[in-house]
Antibody
Framework: QVQLVESGGGVVQPGTSLRLSCAAS????????MHWVRQAPHKGLEWVAV????????FHADSVKGRFTISRDNSKNTVYLQMNSLRAEDTAVYYC????????????????WGQGILVTVSS | QTVVTQEPSFSVSPGGTVTLTCGLT?????????PSWYQQTPGQAPRTLIY???TRASGVPDRFSGSILGNKAALTIMGAQADDESDYYC??????????FGGGSKVTVL
């Protein structure tokens, strides 16, 4: 069965960096676009970034552009989110999600989700 | 910047029907936006309900249905049950590689 397991979260100070990982199993990872979505405490869901199966396409939300970078290693079935210059407003649970269907033809939707990992940015 | 709009909250009686909508501050949501819907209960990861306007995800009961109503995407819950009490989010794809969630609708069953 499809499994997505996030790791790498924790408490960090403003201005520092953190890298999240999402280990995938149960499907052919190299055939799927992958997303990161976050949720600040008591707030709604916010899309963060997407990466194509071959890394040729990467898109980031304006709120993180220039600070966060999505990447992947298909040999390790893992997608990453490198987060630099962290701010208090980046405090959130971060979910990785698999894109269902053909992203290029049908647009994005998220068919499987990880359980999420908490990132707290605080001094 | 276009914002995705959802009603903040709904209340529905057990066994009743409720329709949530998903619109844009500028323009209309059509099938070409491939709207999708997600359910989330507090402390849990989101669950995918509907994609491509009206396709139910695996394991989703048929009392959940998606459609286009006028200039908005819609999610209808028929025969509401206690465990339908959740937050519901829509995502209409507006292109450019960027996804945008609506603000969510909180559904209370009482």
């Amino acid at each position: 069965q499809v499994q997505l397991v996030e790791s790498g979260g924790g408490v960090v100070q403003p201005g520092t960096s953190l890298r999240l990982s999402c280990a995938a199993s149960g499907f052919t990872f190299s055939s799927y676009f992958m997303h990161w979505v976050r949720q600040a405490p008591h707030k709604g869901l916010e899309w963060v970034a997407v990466i194509s199966y071959d890394e040729t396409k990467k898109f980031h939300a304006d709120s993180v552009k220039g600070r966060f970078t999505i990447s992947r290693d298909n040999s390790k079935n893992t997608v990453y989110l490198q987060m630099n210059s962290l701010r208090a407003e980046d405090t959130a649970v971060y979910y990785c999600a698999r894109n269902g269907g053909d992203w290029s033809a049908e647009g994005p939707f998220f068919d499987y989700w990880g359980q999420g990992i908490l990132v707290t940015v605080s001094s | 910047q276009t914002v995705v709009t959802q009603e903040p909250s709904f209340s529905v009686s057990p066994g009743g029907t409720v329709t949530l909508t998903c619109g844009l501050t500028s323009g209309s949501v059509s099938r070409n936006y491939y709207p999708s819907w997600y359910q989330q209960t507090p402390g849990q990861a989101p669950r995918t309900l509907i994609y491509r306007t009206n396709t139910r995800a695996s394991g989703v009961p048929d009392r959940f249905s998606g459609s286009i109503l006028g200039n908005k995407a819609a999610l209808t819950i028929m025969g509401a049950q206690a465990d339908d009490e959740s937050d519901y989010y829509c995502v209409p794809y507006m292109g450019g590689g960027i996804s945008v969630f609506g603000g969510g609708s909180k559904v209370t069953v009482l």
